[in-house]
């Protein structure tokens, strides 16, 4: 028996050897494609800077491109072409980057954009000014990107690049529309069966688009008739191999129909989604403490609808508490944080939102104050900094908590007041290195925290559900992270507030150092 199974493993071992020694490296696919290239047989090259790109190799996605954009091996795509010099880039490919730089530079299978063509190039240039410090010769490179320095005045495709790059394709305005669709994320490979598929349409002035045709493997979808700039249409796919086509009317006629064919991603089918667990707590009528706050619940209410539409975004499921004036006593909101840690996986996310008071007491603690707090007796009827870290520790996975709380001893008609110093020390004592837990707090330093009927919120929960509804979303991205979230944060409030002295708001921000997702658009 020992014999047949030393026997087995001398067979498997030379079998994976043998294995090992049929599959090619990616240094090896390189050095066949530019074998390949050399020789001017395009087809090959162009299949084995393929094999290399699908394994993730940078520069043989962008050496794919240039096939695409060239059409050498393979059927000319400006689609295609941007999509490996996306990816390229993406890994910090240089190459890469000034490719993608110029597409956008004279509107290559995209629709022209100066600014992010040079935002493209500029990175680009560090990065070749890095190599030639250390002996490369990239002075070609680097003078293309000097030749794309100016905004440009040309038509598209008159490009005063090398001529080696450009096709040399003449600039055509058909009285017909043009269509180009904008490869999603990840292209060609898609995990979502909903997807938003980006689109620009090319029409003269005085012959505007009139009508949309989009399918879905030869099925028509429902689309809207007429079409504004920045368009998008989502699609159901199935879980297979699919064709995307978008066409275009106008008085003329109908565009040449744009395909855009996509791969099904079965390594990402059983992927498990995150649930999201919600705990809302908004207080505008108090028991003890006075004036009462006017916006708190609305806050609250308006912060849950927005959360509530991120389903699929990526989150499996979303559960969400709302504890509302009579309900949000120190007793309910500390068992719903114990809820909280005994539901939440590893792999889920808690969002905390509590619109509502802050207190402290004459040395200088903070509390978070539930409808039943009494100021004779802070300690026993709130929640201090301390205790409610410790919950925070309990539950498992990411936790982000959104505060909009202010600090009675300061309160202002109009205001959440909050000595924003004191608001951030209790922020860094609720945050303690736990990974993944982030806080979002609604004033700091010298600041107070507003609320103005006309903002019909208080401005940080204004400011906040704005960026969940889309408003934070720049061009091209497909999430919102944390990080970005905050510079949101503190760019709008100072519009909300438009720089009046007597109403100086920042937000606080603290969180351990990760920047992470926190929902897809």
């Known amino acids: 028996m020992k014999k047949t199974v030393c026997i087995l493993w001398?067979?498997?071992?030379?079998?994976?050897?043998?294995?090992?020694?049929?599959?090619?490296?990616?240094?090896?696919?390189?050095?066949?494609?530019?074998?390949?290239?050399?020789?001017?047989?395009?087809?090959?090259?162009?299949?084995?800077?393929?094999?290399?790109?699908?394994r993730g190799d940078a520069t043989a996605q962008n050496c794919l491109g240039n096939c695409y954009f060239s059409g050498k091996g393979v059927d000319q795509s400006d689609m295609y072409a941007l999509a490996w010099y996306q990816r390229a880039a993406a890994q910090d490919n240089p190459d890469g980057m000034v490719n993608l730089g110029y597409c956008y530079y004279i509107g290559k299978g995209i629709a022209q954009d100066y600014d992010t063509a040079m935002s493209w190039l500029q990175k680009a240039k560090v990065l070749y000014t890095r190599a030639r410090k250390k002996g490369a010769d990239v002075q070609k490179e680097l003078d293309r990107i000097n030749a794309m320095s100016k905004k440009p005045t040309f038509a598209q495709n008159a490009s005063p690049i090398p001529a080696s790059f450009v096709t040399g394709e003449a600039p055509v305005t058909p009285a017909s529309p043009v269509v180009k669709i904008i490869p999603p994320e990840g292209f060609p490979y898609f995990s979502e069966t909903q997807l938003e598929i980006r689109y620009s349409v090319d029409t003269p002035p005085d012959n505007p688009v009139k009508e949309v045709k989009v399918t879905v493997n030869g099925e028509i979808q429902p689309t809207a008739r007429v079409v504004k700039k920045g368009r998008s249409v989502t699609v159901t796919l199935p879980k297979d191999d699919s064709s995307i086509s978008i066409s275009a009317r106008n008085n003329t006629g109908w565009s040449e129909t744009e395909f855009l064919r996509l791969k099904w991603d079965k390594s990402k089918e059983n992927l498990i989604r995150p649930n999201l667990y919600v705990l809302a707590i908004g207080i505008n009528d108090y028991d003890q403490i006075h004036p009462p706050l006017k916006m708190a619940v609305k806050d609250m209410n308006d912060f849950v609808r927005v959360v509530e539409k991120k389903k699929h975004a990526p989150y499996e499921n979303i559960y969400v508490t709302k504890l509302s004036d009579k309900e949000a006593t120190r007793q309910k909101i500390e068992d719903e944080l114990c809820q909280l840690a005994a539901r939440a996986e590893s792999t889920d996310f808690t969002f905390i939102f509590f619109a509502g008071h802050g207190l402290k007491d004459n040395k200088d603690r903070f509390y978070l104050a539930p409808v039943d707090a009494n100021i004779e007796m802070i300690r026993s009827s709130c929640i201090d900094a301390d205790r409610f870290s410790g919950y925070l520790d309990d539950i498992r996975g990411k936790v982000v908590v959104f505060a909009d709380a202010c600090y009675s001893g300061a309160l202002l008609q109009g205001r959440r007041s909050v000595s924003s110093l004191d608001m951030q020390k209790v922020v860094s004592e609720m945050n303690r290195a736990k990974p993944g837990r982030y806080i979002y707090a609604s004033s700091e330093d010298d600041t107070v925290s507003n609320e103005l009927p006309e903002w019909k919120n208080g401005a940080f929960t204004k400011a906040l559900i704005e960026a969940f509804e889309g408003k934070a979303k720049a061009e091209g991205q497909k999430a919102l992270t944390t990080v970005e979230l905050m510079n949101f944060l503190r760019k709008r409030m100072k519009e909300i507030i438009k720089g009046d002295n007597n109403r100086k708001q920042i937000p606080g921000f603290d969180g351990w150092n990760e920047e992470f997702p926190l929902f897809t658009y």
């Open 10 to 54: 001398l067979l498997c071992t030379v079998l994976a050897s043998a294995i090992a020694q049929q599959t090619p490296t990616t240094a090896q696919i390189m050095s066949k494609a530019s074998e390949y290239w050399a020789k001017q047989d395009y087809t090959q090259a162009a299949s084995w800077y393929r094999k290399a790109a699908e």
